[in-house]
């Protein structure tokens, strides 16, 4: 078991430093996820399996400009190692895109974008892995800067997983201001200050995940009051005398970071988790998915659950839980074997009445078909009475479901068009032989509607013929 120290880089590992920005991150102008600085917020959906210039599994990311009539497929920037001002070359197996962080870094008003690729090969490491941050800027995203691996004997697959936000005590070096934390291969977070004002980095907290998964995906929690978030990590095979429950090491866990830096507190298994003011009395809730079978997470319930940890963002541990299946009453369908629900959250408001809404991703769904459930939220618990799942079968939804689609892979809940409905974005990067595709359903007074609902493929992305490339793997947002 790896110990829970913060251990700090003694080397200064670049130069040409972005000027040092000293006001905080609460002082930045601009709307949250606004990439091009129009009023809009923006989406960005992956594919990180792309081809590119001919090499297979290059990868590609797309930002889908937010305009008054939602997100429009026409008004786009699609970009991979190739792109004018992006560092490097796209490669065969470097997975651009693999894990993106929206976050306005240097608080000029553009949001920026925080890019891992995990499967590039550095300065002779095979799959060492690689994070890019591209700025936003009036003149489109056309500036970039690599994010140096502090640690790049220690692990491969930096990038694998991404996250921004103001750490004190995981990393003091960094005190006051924003970090980018970076995933990879073992169980340690890293640190760089966001403005890359200077790459000195920082290993966090060493979880006791098995190092042959390592950090498979990081949450952060905005807490009220206080200039110091809160962490939430990932990861697989708690050691228990072995490599997990099943000796094999692939069971998921997570992690709830202290924010003083001591060694934080245990949650329940979970690959996935969201933050959001699900019961609208201001204070920050986290929910937590597992999509495992109870074979490989005891405790789970037949195809997965989530798990609701209301007002987390206050100091010490949630007291109120609401755990929802699909075997909950209320909830449409039944747990089945591989549903995989929980595999994604997303929290939003699409009704606009003040509370948050979540969104749970099923893509084992129906043979793989997939399906995505919208509990709204109430001043009390969720109302799972009224829940509705959405499958592309449903009326109004584009497309048909097929075997293998994956609908619901991923999700994001973001008003686009700026009416107060958050829109609800899906991600299906099995859809047609796994080139991948995703959705955009509106918000409205009755929550998610097939009303004026759109899909977008990889020719409509503007990816062409690339491959299996899994468009909709990740989709991010503010």
Known sequence: MRKRTLLMSATLLASGLVPVVTVSAEAAVGTPGDVNKDGYRDVVVSAPDASVAGHAKAGAVVVLYGTAHGIDPSRRTVLTQNST?????????????????????????????????????????????????????????????????????????????????????????????????????????????????????????????????????????????????????????????????????????????????????????????????????????????????????????????????????????????????????????????????????AIGDTDKDGRADLVIGAPGENSGSGAVTVVRGTTGQLDVAHARTWTQNSSGVPGSSETGDAFGASVRVVDTNKDGYADLVVGAPGENGGAGAFWSLRGSAASVTAVGSVSVSTSGAGLGSAGAAHLGSTVTGP
């Open 85 to 345: 001002g992006v560092p490097g070359t796209a490669e065969a197996g470097d997975r651009f895109g693999a894990a993106v962080a929206v976050y306005d870094l240097n608080l000029d008003g553009y949001t920026d974008l925080v890019v891992g690729s995990p499967g590039e090969d550095v300065n002779g490491d095979d799959g060492g892995g690689s994070v890019t941050v591209v700025y936003g800027t009036a003149s489109g995203l056309t500036k970039a800067r690599t994010v140096e691996d502090p640690w790049p004997s220690g692990h491969d697959a930096y990038g694998r997983t991404v996250a921004v936000g103001t750490f004190n005590g995981l990393n003091p070096v960094n005190d006051g201001k924003s970090s980018i934390v970076v995933g990879a291969n073992d169980a340690e977070v890293t640190f760089t200050p966001a403005d890359l004002s200077t790459q000195s980095g920082t290993s966090g907290n060493g979880y006791d995940f098995n190092p042959a998964y390592g950090i498979v995906a990081l949450t952060t929690i905005d807490v009220p009051g206080s200039d110091d978030d809160r962490l939430i990590a990932h990861g697989r095979g708690v050691s228990d005398g072995g490599w997990g429950f099943d000796g094999t090491g692939d069971d998921p866990h997570a992690y709830f970071a202290d924010p003083a830096g001591s060694s934080g507190t245990d949650l329940p298994a979970g690959t996935a988790s969201a933050v959001g003011d699900l019961n609208g009395n201001g204070i920050p809730d986290l929910v937590i998915g597992d999509p495992e079978d109870p074979s490989q997470s005891p405790g789970t319930s037949l195809g997965g659950q989530v798990t609701v940890y209301f007002d987390a963002g206050t100091s010490g541990y949630p007291s109120r839980v609401q755990t929802i299946t699909q075997d909950t009453p209320g909830v449409p369908g039944g747990g089945e074997a591989k549903d995989r629900f929980g595999a994604s959250v």
